[in-house]
C-alpha cells in the first residue's frame, strides 16, 4: 500500500512541476570557492519564495555572476511509475483474495477472463467469508433464540447465474437420477 500511494504522490510531484525537474542552479566559482552555509540557504529560502508553486510557473530566474542554469529532464522510462502504481495495486488486491482483473487495469481484463475472475472473486474469497459470519451470527443468535440459522442466498448473487444454469442443465441430463436426488444436489429445499 505504501508503494502504491507513493508511486501516487510522485506522480501528483511530477504534475506540480511540469513533469520534470526544471533544472538546476551551478555556482561556478573559480579556485574551489563554494557557497558558505548561509548563502546557500538564502539561495534555497529565496527560490522557494520567488520561483516554487503555479503561481511561479515558467517565471524566469534571475542569475547573478556566478551562476549558471543546468536544464535537466526525465526519460519516459523514469517517469512510468504508473506502471510501478498498476503493480502495487495487483499486490494488494491479492492480498486481500480479489483477482487483479477485476481493478479496472488497462490490458489487465478480457471480457471473458473479467466474468471468470469476477465468479472466482466470489467463490473464493466472498462466499467464504460470508458463510464464516453466517455461522458467527448463528452461533451468536442460537443462544438466544432457539433454531435460529443464518445463511446467506447465493440463488442471488448474479456472477454464479451461468454456474447454476451449467448445474441445471447437468441434473436435467441425468436420467438415472430421482427428482429427489436432483432436488438435493441443487440445493433445494435445504
Same mark, same amino acid.
Given at each position: 500500500?505504501? =508503494?502504491?500511494?507513493?508511486?501516487?504522490?510522485?506522480?501528483?510531484?511530477?504534475?506540480?512541476?511540469?513533469?520534470? /525537474?526544471?533544472?538546476?542552479?551551478?555556482?561556478?566559482?573559480?579556485?574551489?570557492?563554494?557557497?558558505?552555509?548561509?548563502?546557500?540557504?538564502?539561495?534555497? =529560502?529565496?527560490?522557494?519564495?520567488?520561483? =516554487?508553486?503555479?503561481?511561479?510557473?515558467?517565471?524566469?530566474?534571475?542569475?547573478?555572476? @556566478?551562476?549558471?542554469?543546468?536544464?535537466?529532464?526525465?526519460?519516459?522510462?523514469?517517469?512510468?511509475?504508473?506502471?510501478?502504481?498498476? =503493480?502495487?495495486?495487483?499486490?494488494?488486491?491479492?492480498?486481500?483474495?480479489?483477482?487483479?482483473?477485476?481493478?479496472?487495469?488497462? @490490458?489487465?481484463?478480457?471480457?471473458?477472463?473479467?466474468?471468470?475472475?469476477?465468479?472466482?472473486?466470489?467463490?473464493?474469497?466472498?462466499? /467464504?467469508?460470508?458463510?464464516?459470519?453466517?455461522?458467527?451470527?448463528?452461533?451468536?443468535?442460537?443462544?438466544?433464540?432457539?433454531?435460529?440459522?443464518?445463511?446467506?442466498?447465493?440463488?442471488?448473487?448474479?456472477?454464479?447465474?451461468?454456474?447454476?444454469?451449467?448445474?441445471?442443465?447437468?441434473?436435467?441430463?441425468?436420467?438415472?437420477?430421482?427428482?429427489?436426488?436432483?432436488?438435493?444436489?441443487?440445493?433445494? @429445499?435445504?
Amino acid at each position: 500500500m505504501d =508503494a502504491h500511494n507513493a508511486a501516487g504522490a510522485w506522480n501528483k510531484a511530477l504534475l506540480d512541476n511540469a513533469a520534470r /525537474p526544471s533544472g538546476a542552479l551551478v555556482y561556478g566559482a573559480r579556485d574551489g570557492e563554494r557557497l558558505t552555509n548561509d548563502q546557500f540557504e538564502a539561495l534555497k =529560502a529565496q527560490l522557494d519564495e520567488n520561483y =516554487a508553486g503555479a503561481a511561479n510557473a515558467g517565471r524566469p530566474v534571475l542569475l547573478e555572476g @556566478g551562476m549558471d542554469w543546468k536544464p535537466l529532464s526525465l526519460t519516459p522510462a523514469e517517469m512510468d511509475f504508473t506502471a510501478g502504481k498498476h =503493480a502495487a495495486a495487483r499486490e494488494i488486491a491479492l492480498a486481500f483474495g480479489v483477482p487483479p482483473q477485476l481493478l479496472g487495469i488497462p @490490458g489487465d481484463a478480457t471480457y471473458a477472463n473479467y466474468r471468470e475472475a469476477n465468479a472466482a472473486f466470489w467463490r473464493q474469497t466472498v462466499i /467464504p467469508l460470508v458463510r464464516k459470519a453466517a455461522g458467527a451470527l448463528t452461533g451468536w443468535l442460537g443462544e438466544r433464540f432457539a433454531g435460529c440459522e443464518v445463511r446467506a442466498d447465493l440463488d442471488a448473487v448474479a456472477a454464479l447465474q451461468p454456474e447454476r444454469d451449467a448445474l441445471w442443465a447437468r441434473l436435467e441430463g441425468a436420467s438415472f437420477l430421482t427428482d429427489e436426488e436432483r432436488r438435493r444436489m441443487a440445493g433445494v @429445499g435445504q
